[in-house]
């Protein structure tokens, strides 16, 4: 029988067939050359699986279904949008919930294929360490709900396509998902990081706390709101509530505070500002700059000079 780890077989150009077929068994991956590989795995109803010891870094994404994955004999819940880092020499095996086989990814990430790309080592071993630290699954409120996925897609995209240049394309998305994952487990301490009295507060801190370092991307309440496993309208209450301002004040402060730091530090062009603040458009930013501070980003920068001239002759 093969497995997964088991033994390696050539692959299809096409990971996503037009007809669905499940499996009763462990799919096999052909891990290339540049040793990243995303496999894609619809379980049968009556799929079984022998504990298998892998040689590779693997993480799991579940699309769909609920099953335990035991881990050295320790059953770890998966479900839905679930994100598991299985690390190397670990045992482990699934076992789907009855009526509910699972559907989901699987990433494979081969680091003796990597060895030229030390950056890449020092991650893959970093997440490795971090995953045995925190032997749980990342979940909604541990990363954006849009982020992890999206990255998934794309190096699914590129691993199907194989466009000119889709090596290096797999091995950047990929490099920016495991910094992703290895910065949210550097947070979390290793005895868990919700607070079971109040789980709702904490995943809106957590919201918030993602807010904060990445107030420059591209974040819309609805992402936010699946992030914190709550409707849109519970988001919107809750953060508030949390809080004292909206999601939109929140999220603005952040960005108009950066884009003051940028306009008293630095000589840079208020239009690329306004762009590495987080806004698309210049007459946006200028409201919101002015509603926040009273004043535009010119007059800021002024006022900000001023200041400083005065207090150094002083």
């Known amino acids: 029988m093969m497995t997964l780890d088991q033994k390696k077989e050539v692959s299809t150009d096409t990971i996503t067939p037009q007809i669905v077929n499940t499996t009763k068994v462990p799919i096999s991956i052909d891990i290339p050359d540049y040793g990243i590989c995303i496999g894609e795995s619809h379980h049968h109803p009556n799929f079984t699986m022998e504990p298998m010891y892998n040689y590779y870094t693997k993480i799991y994404y579940v699309v769909e279904g609920v ?19 299985i690390p190397t020499e670990i045992t482990h095996y699934l076992k789907d919930q009855d009526k509910f086989p699972l559907c989901l990814y699987i990433l494979a990430i081969e680091s003796s294929c990597l060895e ?30 849009y982020e992890i996925p999206r990255m998934f897609r794309r190096i699914l995209n590129e691993q199907r396509v194989r466009a000119n ?47 904060s370092k990445n107030f420059y991307e591209p974040i819309s309440i609805e992402n936010m709101a699946k992030m914190a496993c709550l409707s849109i309208r519970q988001f919107t209450n809750q953060f508030k509530a949390v809080y004292g301002v909206t999601f939109t004040q929140y999220l603005h402060y952040h960005r108009i505070h950066f884009a003051q730091q940028m306009l008293t530090e630095t000589n840079q062009k208020i239009a690329t500002i306004c762009f590495e603040s987080g806004f698309n458009d210049l007459a946006h930013f200028y409201r919101v700059f002015k509603k926040l501070t009273k004043i535009s980003p010119r007059k800021y920068r002024i006022n900000s000079r001023n200041s400083i001239n005065t207090t150094g002759k002083n």
Do not use: W
């Open 67 to 85: 099953a335990d994955c035991y881990v050295n004999s320790k059953p770890i819940h998966l479900e839905k949008d679930y994100l598991f880092v």
């Open 116 to 145: 030229k790309l030390p950056t890449f080592c020092e991650q893959i071993a970093l997440l490795n360490q971090l995953a045995r630290t925190h032997l749980r699954p990342l979940t909604h409120h541990d990363y954006a709900a």
């Open 165 to 211: 240049g889709f090596v290096p394309a797999i091995q950047a998305t990929l490099l920016n998902m495991l910094v992703a994952i290895n910065r949210i487990y550097e947070h979390i301490p290793a005895s868990g990081h919700i607070d079971s009295t109040n789980p709702t507060f904490a995943r809106i801190h957590t919201v918030a706390d993602y807010i």
